[in-house]
């Protein structure tokens, strides 16, 4: 069998950016939104639709997502959606959902007496989450919040469908080109088990510090 | 944090700002939107990073010919019938077999290429006989040699068919001898055995329908592209293309 040459595996390693690029955005606006909802769910603010939002985006597969949100959106809406912003949208939404749920947990894990105490000292409502409750939901969350990171890392494959030229679209590309189709596959497995071996190796960084910095 | 989420909030804008003016440039000129699934050489693959093959030289000819300039999108190929009907591209060209169940959703033009199907297989275990009883015929979803295996489904008894989406697959699976043969186009089928000594082919049935470029139902363009077609029939840059594209 003949071997893969190396630009083509190069070009599957480019592909390496454009993963990247949507899993951060994705991680980062998941984030965001996630924490909004949760704390609305944990103020017992609009329940009903929140509980809605969460049930439908992760009792639906995300390739319909993905599709829904680059041609059926569009032509409904009339409006222009590129394949990055359709990729954005998707893999934000649909990670808020895990992540919102993932935060809740964390908030449940705090101890009523902090909310408690926050109150009988009259700290206003935005300093008690932001420098009280927050910092330690987010400690206690940091390991969900890696497995998030690392299912979404690997779920941005599902953009290479709509043509962008992620590491899987580059690994088909390949494999087509040269009428071989393992060894590019295996290439981009390598790529991504690299990526969140990385992630993994950071988190156990910053998992290292929160402890000595709890124990101080 | 704070640091890190203020770049990442930079980045965004960044990013937004960039689209904006991707998708301003666009309005500007003419373009026929082409939407291609890159994965079908010699017709259209990827090479240096760029998106080439006798289906691309073909649109972009065709596009000249309408006052148009081609703009080439590569998707999967199953995206490519929701792209047209979502007004995503205006054409799509790819190897596209003709089919019933394809035309009610797209619109064809006239074939501009005819493929014959070939039947693939391993030269060791090569026992050739015309009786295909209990076979198992690997093909791909949506072409011309699946119309001719299930004919010969008709033919023979306990014939199974498996039908998936992508030719290197099938190929994959003939190789671990999960299937007995793979009913491919000709041309794919001789690249294929290139690829992999171990394998063979001969040729099976006769030419039948052909490629055909998509468009969205009761598209304006559709009777202007296959006039385009019928020019570069007659006048043999069709036959230029195979020569160039395909050899003798």
Redesign the interface.
């Known amino acids: 069998m003949m071997m893969l040459m190396t630009d083509s595996i190069i070009f599957i390693i480019q592909g390496t950016a454009i993963t990247l690029e949507y899993t951060f955005i994705a991680l980062f606006g998941g984030v965001v939104i996630g924490a909004m909802l949760a704390l609305l769910k944990f103020n017992q603010i609009g329940t009903p639709f929140i509980n809605a939002y969460i049930s439908v985006l992760r009792g639906t597969p995300l390739l319909v997502q993905l599709t829904i949100t680059y041609f059926v959106i569009p032509s409904v809406l009339n409006i222009p959606v590129s394949i990055f912003a359709a990729g954005c949208i998707a893999f934000t939404l649909n990670s808020s959902a895990y992540i919102a749920e993932i935060i809740r947990a964390g908030l449940n894990s705090i101890d009523k007496g902090q909310f408690e105490a926050c109150h009988a000292l009259h700290i206003p409502t935005f300093y008690m989450y932001k420098d009280i409750i927050l910092p330690q939901v987010f400690k206690t969350i940091l390991p969900a919040l890696i497995n998030e990171a690392i299912a979404l890392l690997k779920e941005t494959a599902l953009i290479s469908i709509l043509g962008e030229q992620d590491i899987m679209r580059r690994a088909q590309l390949v494999g087509a080109e040269h009428y071989n189709y393992i060894q590019p596959l295996i290439t981009a497995g390598i790529c991504y088990y690299v990526l969140t071996f990385i992630l993994e190796w950071a988190a156990k960084k910053v998992e290292k510090v929160k402890y000595d910095y709890q124990r101080a | 944090m704070k640091i890190l989420?203020n770049i990442?909030i930079f980045i965004?804008i960044l990013?937004l700002i960039g689209?904006q003016q991707?998708?301003d440039d666009i309005h500007k000129k003419e373009i026929l939107k082409v939407g291609v699934s890159?994965?079908?050489?010699p017709f259209e693959?990827?090479?240096g990073?760029k998106t080439v093959g006798f289906d691309i030289d073909l649109i972009e000819a065709v596009a000249s010919e309408l006052g148009m300039k081609a703009e080439i999108?590569?998707?999967?190929f199953?995206?490519l019938i929701?792209?047209l009907?979502?007004?995503?591209i205006d054409v799509a060209i790819s190897g596209m077999t003709i089919t019933p169940e394809r035309q009610k959703n797209v619109d064809f033009t006239d074939s501009y290429y005819q493929d014959t199907p070939t039947v693939v297989f391993i030269k060791e275990k090569a026992n050739l006989t015309k009786d295909l009883t209990n076979k198992k015929l690997g093909v791909q979803l949506g072409s011309t040699p699946e119309t001719w295996a299930k004919q010969q489904a008709k033919l023979y008894k306990g014939v199974e068919i498996i039908s998936l989406d992508?030719n290197?697959?099938l190929?994959?699976k003939l190789k671990l001898g999960q299937i007995d043969y793979v009913v491919i186009g000709k041309l794919q089928a001789i690249?294929?055995c290139?690829?992999?000594p171990a394998l063979s082919y001969v040729l099976v049935g006769q030419q039948s329908e052909g490629y055909g470029i998509a468009l969205a139902k009761n598209s304006s363009l559709t009777e202007k592209v296959n006039q385009a077609i019928l020019k570069f029939k007659k006048n043999g840059y069709l036959q230029q293309l195979e020569t160039k594209w395909i050899g003798a």
């Open positions: 989420s990442m965004y990013l689209c991707a998708s890159a994965e079908y050489p693959f990827q090479q990073g999108q590569d998707m999967s199953h995206s929701s792209a009907q979502t007004n995503k992508a290197p697959l190929i994959e690249e294929f290139k690829a992999n």
